[in-house]
């Protein structure tokens, strides 16, 4: 079960990574609009299918750190963005596994308008990032209820589908993180460990 743990956690990391590094990296390249919204979204979508398989208390929260890394390696360092990965992962596991509301929905609209309620209290109070400091209180105010409130609506829609998909998915699969004899089964643990190989080798490349 900790071989499986460890091949999900990776593929996870690696899926919502791969989310940030290309589609934020275009989004905040080309500054776009609201481009947190689409990013929160798919992390939310990403732990989703990580519960069906591993519902477990501090998941969320591991595959938000692989995430965060996976992006270090791959992507220019920004604090904030790392900060909302993390801040993305904490709100998921606390409505879904500490608190373990029972509605779906519920549990998802919360925590994701109480995820960007947290990430602008950490950047305004507590970080001081100058950009929400000198707009404050209107950065705040737009990013907890205008952005916060679609987010809310957008993951209450598409998490409680997402779950039940992927537990469609597991009783078709119900080991798809476990190394099996026959390529076809080893396709989740192969991508996961190329994507990670391959990541590991451009940062070093860059560094030296």
Not at 5 to 10: E, F, H, P, S, Y
Not at 43 to 70: E, N, Q
Not at 82 to 97: C, E, K, N, R
């Amino acid at each position: 079960m900790k071989k499986q743990m460890i091949l999900g956690w990776l593929f996870f990391s690696a899926v919502w990574g791969l989310s940030e590094v290309l589609l934020g990296g275009s989004l905040f390249g080309y500054k776009i609009p609201y481009a947190s919204i689409p990013l929160v979204v798919i992390g939310f979508l990403v732990l989703s299918l990580a519960r069906v398989f591993f519902p477990y208390l501090g998941m969320a929260t591991l595959i938000a750190v692989g995430a965060l890394f996976f992006k270090f390696l791959n992507a220019p360092f920004y604090k904030c963005h790392y900060l909302g990965i993390l801040v993305t992962g904490i709100s998921f596991d606390l409505f879904f596994a500490v608190l373990a509301l029972k509605r779906r929905w519920l549990a998802a609209a919360a925590a994701a308008w109480f995820n960007n309620l947290a990430f602008a209290v950490l950047m305004t109070y507590v970080i001081h990032y100058q950009p929400w400091v000198q707009n404050h209180p209107e950065k705040f105010l737009y990013h907890v209820l205008i952005s916060g409130s679609v987010i809310a609506v957008l993951s209450a829609f598409l998490v409680p589908l997402c779950l039940r998909q992927a537990e469609s998915l597991r009783q078709k699969y119900p080991a798809p993180f476990q190394w099996q004899p026959g390529l076809a089964a080893r396709m989740i643990p192969l991508a996961s460990t190329l994507c990670w190989a391959g990541s590991l080798v451009i940062f070093g490349y860059q560094v030296l």
